[in-house]
């Protein structure tokens, strides 16, 4: 079984050589294409654009609003896609999860075109025999009008982090939103594994760390989507359900969560375990936590 997930993460070094630092306060949070370079050197009051750097040059106080001038005539070009009207912060991708220090906040749909790191809450959500060996794992399929990943299947609950929430925060409100488990469900979730993910995508540069989560559910039990964002569920066996993660069919993020996933719950057969171990490994980044303070 090979895994497309752990092929398209490994994908974009050409795209990054292409790209250079962005820094904010002195700390280096994203990265943009060389290519639009041109574009950002349109707003000196804000930004210093050399040819191996941009730095934003606002103040502390005014780099939100400088942020949001900026992304939303880059939405008017076309160069910032699927708006949300969300805000996430600006950090450091270098501290330990759950210990950034916000630097700036800004418009969601915009961090891929800077390259800065966004944080995703993702659960597996399974059923498992008496002995606690999961057996089903149940899969989420996007709905059609997604932004991102249009009709892909997902884990049962994922969903962006944003600014002002924890990711234990926002998988409780993706919960039920996504799935209509409300806290009684979600507060039984049990920390996995935070995942890194960076990749090159068509809006420009994916820096996620995936903050992955186990939650147990009765046979029976059935999610229901509150939010329009999912179009249907599926609980699979544990072996369809890998399967299809190991192909095209569900998100790249998706893919990695549940990969990480049978790794630990040791679902895969061992040779194959060992070999995809140290492919999925550079990208950890500690254990998942159910309280960690994030900006």
């Known amino acids: 079984m090979g895994w497309a997930a752990l092929d398209a993460a490994r994908r974009g070094a050409a795209a990054a050589r292409a790209r250079v630092p962005l ?6 949070v994203g990265s943009v294409a ?14 210093r654009v050399e040819a191996g750097r941009v730095v934003l040059i606002a103040p502390a106080e005014g780099r939100d609003a400088a942020l949001a001038e900026i992304n939303a005539e880059l939405r008017a070009q076309g160069l910032v896609r699927g708006w949300r009207e969300e805000t996430v912060a600006v950090v450091d991708p270098d501290a330990a999860p759950g210990a950034a220090v916000p630097l700036a906040r800004m418009e969601r749909a915009a961090a891929r075109f800077w390259g800065t790191l966004t944080l995703g809450a993702h659960a597996n959500g399974y059923i498992a025999d008496t002995t606690g060996r999961p057996t089903h794992l149940w899969v989420a ?40 488990l409300g806290p009684a469900w979600m507060q039984a ?25 186990d939650l147990a559910l009765p046979a ?5 989507n509150q939010d329009g964002e999912v179009q249907s569920f599926a609980c699979l066996p544990v072996a369809e359900a890998l399967a299809l993660a190991a192909g095209p ?8 969560v549940t990969l990480d996933f049978a790794l630990r719950h040791a679902l895969l057969p061992p040779a194959q375990a060992e070999a995809l171990t140290p492919a999925l490994a550079p990208g950890f980044r500690g254990p998942a936590v159910a309280d960690a303070q994030s900006p």
């Not at 820094?23 to 280096?28: A, E, I, K, S």
């Open 23 to 28: 820094l904010v306060g002195g700390c280096r």
């Open 34 to 47: 060389a290519a639009h370079l041109a574009v950002l050197a349109a707003w000196p009051r804000h930004l």
């Open 141 to 180: 399929q996007r709905a059609a009008t997604k932004a991102t990943d249009p009709g892909l299947h997902d884990n049962l609950v994922g969903g962006g982090v944003p600014a002002g929430q924890t990711p234990w925060q926002a998988l409780q409100r993706e919960g039920w939103e996504e799935a209509g």
């Open 189 to 213: 979730a049990r920390p996995g594994r935070v995942i890194r993910l960076e990749r090159a995508v068509p809006e420009g540069w994916q820096c996620e760390d995936l903050h992955a989560y």
């Open 220 to 224: 029976g039990l059935q999610p229901a």
């Open 249 to 256: 069919g569900m998100t790249v993020d998706a893919a990695l």
